[in-house]
T-cell receptor
């Protein structure tokens, strides 16, 4: 079965622009989470969606937003890009939300570079 | 809040050496514990997990035991291979509606 698909894989944007990243979870999975990975901060949780509803949100400014569609695909948007937003953005899918012991499946990530 | 602390890297070992990567946690509730691995250019993959105290998770020669008394979940492997070179993340998740909380990762390089 197909894994988690993130597009695009690489992106270069200029400060002040906005960007939209996409994540298609494993077929049948309804929960999608987003993480930001940087060398200094490691993996930081952005938000989690389940059945088109945001269930959890990390400690990021309002410039970071997301949504989930009825087919469980999710997008995250970053507006007014800053240099510090350069990172690997990872998406994880789970069958359901709130199942503590269930494995989260990760995509390969989108490498965003802000110049 | 909930947090995971793991040893800083990078760690460089010769092939067939013994590996330990330390991980300790702080949790407000009763966590499940995980080790994820990230190979170059890839996303994270679950390596092993343990869901209650004294459980031992194991996979591909790696092991970790959930120690509630020391709030630890150290990763070990008796004989590493070059193919084990990757970044290893310790993580926890509290029962209920909470996300995975990760440590900062430990980069392992194994040289032949």
């Amino acid at each position: 079965k197909a894994g988690v698909t993130q597009t695009p894989r690489y992106l270069i944007k200029t400060r002040g622009q906005q960007v939209t990243l996409s994540c298609s979870p494993i077929s049948g999975h309804r929960s999608v989470s987003w993480y930001q990975q940087t060398p200094g901060q490691g993996l930081q949780f952005l938000f989690e969606y389940f059945s088109e509803t945001q269930r959890n949100k990390g400690n990021f400014p309002g410039r970071f937003s997301g949504r989930q569609f009825s087919n469980s695909r999710s997008e995250m948007n970053v507006s007014t890009l800053e240099l510090g937003d350069s990172a690997l953005y990872l998406c994880a899918s789970l069958p359901m939300a709130g199942e503590v012991n269930t494995e989260a499946f990760f995509g390969q990530g989108t490498r965003l570079t802000v110049v | 809040g909930d947090s995971v602390t793991q040893m800083e890297g990078p760690v460089t070992l010769s092939e067939e050496a013994f590996l330990t990567i330390n991980c300790t946690y702080t949790a407000t509730g009763y966590p499940s514990l995980f080790w994820y691995v990230q190979y170059p250019g890839e996303g994270l993959q679950l390596l092993l997990k343990a869901t209650k105290a004294d459980d031992k998770g194991s996979n591909k020669g790696f092991e970790a035991t959930y120690r509630k008394e020391t709030t630890s979940f150290h990763l070990e492997k008796g004989s590493v291979q070059v193919s084990d070179s990757a970044v290893y993340f310790c993580a926890l998740r509290i029962v209920g509606n909470t996300p995975l909380v990760f440590g900062k990762g430990t980069r392992l390089s194994v040289i032949a």
